[in-house]
């Protein structure tokens, strides 16, 4: 898999790679990261600018954007903005989005990117919650680290991927470690007892029941396709 990122504050992604599961993936995936402003005309290599129209904030321009796509020299399975008004973001789509081969990233910033960006370029656009960030740096880390995570091979166990919460509409089940008994506090024996069967059972029936007290959203969609 490939991924490109294109972004006005390339810095912020370079440090997040190195964390987490973004370091780990080798040769599985390439991350690239593009500077908007190597793609900028002019001395000052501008990348935003006041809106038509009036009103508050700078917005993305279109050249930077079209520069920069037109130079990887080949086309995406997707072209993603990040954005409050885009599809929401969850495991499924993560699932999806984890079989392309190679996805571009554009992270907005300011008061966003000018529309003809999202009329003519853009193949998806996708929201992480109903809220609104200073730009789109932290969605796209947050998808990165989602998508490659289920990449064979990133992982080191790669039934964790597997097993995560919400794969199968799920919550997940409660996890316990060693000590077996700690200040009073003991993990479920049958967790202890070696019986594969029942801790499967007993974990499919805990995910259930914390997806109906936490999350009845879910549960109504999961009940829906059971």
């Known amino acids: 898999m ?6 006005a504050h390339p ?9 987490t599961v973004l370091r780990r993936t080798g040769e599985k995936c390439k ?3 593009h500077d908007l402003r190597l793609y900028a005309a002019g001395e000052h290599r501008q990348i935003d600018d006041y809106p038509y129209g009036g009103g508050a904030g700078m917005v993305l321009k279109p050249e930077p954007i079209f520069t920069c ?3 990887l020299n080949r086309v995406p399975d997707e072209i993603i903005y990040l954005s409050p ?3 929401p973001f969850n495991q499924a789509l993560a699932n999806r989005l984890s079989l392309k081969n190679h996805l571009v990233l554009l992270a907005g910033h300011y008061k966003g990117v000018d529309h003809r960006v999202r009329e003519t370029l853009i193949t998806r656009e996708i929201s992480i919650g109903d809220y609104v960030l200073s730009g789109g740096e932290l969605p ?3 998808i990165l680290d989602a998508v490659l995570r289920l990449v064979p091979k990133v992982l080191g166990d790669s039934q964790s991927a597997l097993d995560d919460s919400f794969q199968d509409g799920l919550l997940g089940a409660p996890a316990y470690t060693r000590p077996a008994s700690f ?3 003991r993990v479920p024996e049958v967790l202890l007892s070696g019986n594969h069967n029942k801790i499967a059972e007993w974990r499919d029936e805990i995910r259930q029941q914390r997806t109906r007290e936490r999350r009845p959203d879910l549960w ?7």
């Open 11 to 19: 810095n912020q992604l370079r440090k997040a790679l190195d964390l």
């Open 140 to 142: 796209a880390l947050l």
């Open 183 to 185: 200040r009073g506090l």
């Open 220 to 226: 109504q969609q999961y009940a829906a396709q059971v």
């Open 85 to 87: 008004d885009g599809e």
């Open 31 to 33: 991350v690239r990261i």
């Open 2 to 7: 490939r991924i490109d990122l294109l972004t």
């Open 69 to 71: 796509i037109e130079t």
